[in-house]
């Protein structure tokens, strides 16, 4: 009589952790063990439909990660799958080892810059980002249901060493560090241990706050980009009269820099600075920035011969976009800076950091002489305006049409490949649904103050015309 086949394991997510970048939820209420589990089965059954069999696992150092990692784990090899587990790390490690290790997919468990109570997974396939539709896939498969693999193991592997070696490797010469002090905030996050061995073969004076792994993250929220995060990185710059500052993430994909002056340096002018290294060696060197990026920036690319270009806000869209184009370095506002000058092209703080303290090096110009060069900036920070997931991305349809059929009177330029840009004679203002929480993201910058205000003004008036009145 013949056996009757295993019924297929199926699993419904909460609908609120499959995220546009990665997947996402509050431990304990949105996401458990058995979703990292099923997330393994089914990220297992995926790749058995491509032809692939190997995968790299990493997690951050949250106190949730290492159960979660467990259960991740034991999916993909009940999944089928021949999973190479290098502990915890850095997300960039856990990029290292997928391409190093050529594994077919790659899993980090790690909630980024989240609060403690949260964690997620960033995932990789075929050594590219697996994410929007990918991850909306991977829902309706677990929702059908899988049936389980063969053959599957675990192995562990210390990358550690090979990680750290690359790292200094591709970073070059910094010998002329000497007599330079620079300060390290690794904000109790996951790159601390890597920061600690980098530096430690540095030339110059290096103060590394916070190494320790702590998932509690008792110092302060380790979000580089929030600026009351980097009081205490502003502060020791000051005492020790350092050369710059530098900020990580909880994960280390993300940096924050703050000047010898104290100022916080964005992202995007940090981009441009560090695209100077690449369009000296390639005068029309394709630089991508993403559509919340300063005209200052794109005009320093520019003025040096090179081609900077807007692109979709998202770690997964810039790192695609990068190697669509073949572009040496694209960066985000977010501190997401993506180098593939002598590097890999994923997003990497400690590398970008290496870049930075390079290209002071090379150019002779601190990156506090840099930005003390360039032209006053007008801009408001990120505006974010609440508003509902079901409303959002509506919202920006109509904004988008409104605009397309009647445009502002002094408009050269209409980019709408996230949300709307609209650049004129005034400068540029920008409306764009998040795809991480219920909100508009919008922004402004004018030539001057009073272009600014005029601008944020016509933010205002678009989405009253759209149904959403913001008082911002």
């Known amino acids: 009589m013949d056996e009757r086949p295993e019924p297929l394991i199926q699993h419904q997510f909460h609908p609120t952790i499959l995220r546009a970048y990665d997947i996402r939820g509050i431990v304990g209420e949105t996401l458990h063990d058995k979703d990292a589990y099923m997330i393994g089965l089914g990220f297992a059954a995926t790749l058995r439909q491509r032809g692939g069999s190997s995968v790299a696992i990493g997690r951050d150092g949250r106190l949730s990660s290492p159960d979660l990692s467990a259960a991740l784990a034991r999916g993909l090899v009940d999944g089928g799958m021949t999973v190479t587990d290098i502990g915890t790390g850095p997300t960039p490690k856990l990029y290292f080892a997928d391409i190093t290790l050529n594994c077919d997919g790659a899993i980090q468990v790690t909630g980024s810059h989240n609060p403690p109570s949260h964690n997620g997974f960033k995932m990789v396939l075929g050594h590219k980002p697996f994410f929007g539709e990918d991850i909306t896939a991977l829902g309706r498969l677990m929702a059908e249901g899988v049936a389980p693999g063969v053959g599957g193991s675990l192995k562990e592997v210390d990358l550690q060493a090979d990680y750290v070696n690359s790292l200094i490797s591709a970073a070059g010469d910094l010998a002329d560090l000497a007599g330079m002090t620079v300060v390290w905030d690794c904000g109790n996050g996951a790159a601390g241990p890597s920061t600690l061995e980098v530096t430690s073969r540095l030339a110059g004076n290096h103060h590394v706050m916070f190494p320790e792994i702590d998932g509690t993250?008792?110092?302060?929220?380790?979000?580089?980009?929030?600026?009351?995060?980097?009081?205490?990185?502003?502060?020791?710059?000051?005492?020790?009269?350092?050369?710059?500052?530098?900020?990580?993430?909880?994960?280390?994909?993300?940096?924050?820099?703050?000047?010898?002056?104290?100022?916080?340096?964005?992202?995007?002018?940090?981009?441009?600075?560090?695209a100077r290294h690449s369009v000296r060696e390639n005068a029309a060197a394709d630089v991508i920035f993403d559509v919340k990026s300063s005209l200052t920036a794109l005009d320093v690319v520019a003025g040096l011969g090179g081609t900077p270009s807007l692109w979709k806000t998202g770690h997964s869209h810039m790192k695609m976009k990068l190697k669509e184009t073949g572009a040496p370095i694209a960066g985000e506002m977010s501190g997401h800076i993506f180098i593939a000058d002598r590097y890999f092209g994923f997003d990497d703080a400690i590398f970008a950091a290496l870049a930075v303290l390079r290209e002071m090096v090379v150019s002779g110009e601190t990156i506090t002489a840099f930005i003390d060069s360039l032209p006053d900036v007008y801009a408001t920070p990120e505006l974010r305006?609440?508003?509902?997931?079901?409303?959002?991305?509506?919202?920006?349809?109509?904004?988008?049409?409104?605009?397309?059929?009647?445009?502002?009177?002094?408009?050269?330029?209409?980019?709408?490949?996230?949300?709307?840009?609209?650049?004129?004679?005034?400068?540029?203002?920008?409306?764009?649904?998040?795809?991480?929480?219920?909100?508009?993201?919008?922004?402004?910058?004018?030539?001057?103050?009073?272009?600014?205000?005029?601008?944020?003004?016509?933010?205002?008036?678009?989405?009253?015309?759209?149904?959403?009145?913001?008082?911002?």
């Open 217 to 274: 993250f008792p110092n302060h929220h380790p979000d580089p980009v929030d600026p009351a995060t980097l009081d205490q990185l502003r502060a020791a710059v000051t005492q020790h009269h350092a050369v710059m500052g530098i900020g990580f993430d909880g994960d280390g994909d993300r940096i924050g820099v703050i000047d010898a002056k104290g100022r916080q340096v964005p992202g995007d002018l940090l981009t441009a600075y560090l």
């Open 385 to 472: 305006i609440a508003c509902d997931d079901e409303r959002k991305f509506g919202i920006v349809e109509k904004v988008i049409a409104d605009v397309t059929a009647a445009p502002d009177p002094d408009t050269s330029d209409i980019a709408d490949m996230d949300g709307i840009r609209v650049t004129g004679a005034l400068g540029w203002w920008l409306i764009r649904a998040s795809n991480t929480g219920a909100e508009l993201v919008a922004r402004a910058e004018g030539r001057d103050e009073a272009a600014r205000d005029t601008l944020k003004t016509r933010i205002r008036a678009r989405l009253a015309d759209a149904g959403l009145d913001w008082t911002g």
